[in-house]
């Protein structure tokens, strides 16, 4: 059975930090395509960041791009999204996803 547990959510102010995790089980996390996506309130949801299956390559948004990173810890089973220098605007809740199945989404909320 696949499974992604997201947590690490919550509040920060503009300018901190903040590191998701998303605790994977039922498939290989070292040989599939991972992401991060978000939805803002009244928005689509939209990519954030993905990592190849493969050769390690990245994408990032142009909105986060710098400020966010994507990673893989096969040992854990883990995908982490690590967001830096945080803005008003990354406020969403956020899911992790190996393009066949979804985390349950975790709220970040960037407010002083």
């Known amino acids: 059975q696949v499974q992604l547990v997201q947590s690490g959510g919550g509040l920060v102010q503009p300018g901190g930090s903040l590191r998701l995790s998303c605790a994977v089980s039922?498939?290989?996390?070292?040989?599939?395509?991972i992401g991060w996506f978000r939805q803002a309130p009244g928005k689509e949801r939209e990519v954030v960041s993905c990592?190849?299956?493969?050769?390690?390559?990245?994408y990032s948004s142009d909105s986060v791009r710098g400020r966010f990173t994507i990673s893989r810890d096969g040992a854990k089973n883990t995908i982490y999204l690590q967001m830096n220098s945080l803005k008003s605007e990354d406020t969403a809740v956020y899911y992790c996803?190996?393009?066949?199945?979804w985390g349950q989404g975790t709220r970040v909320t960037v407010s002083s």
């Open positions: 039922g498939f290989n996390l070292d040989y599939h395509a």
């Open positions: 990592l190849s299956g493969s050769d390690g390559s990245t």
């Open positions: 996803t190996n393009f066949q199945y």
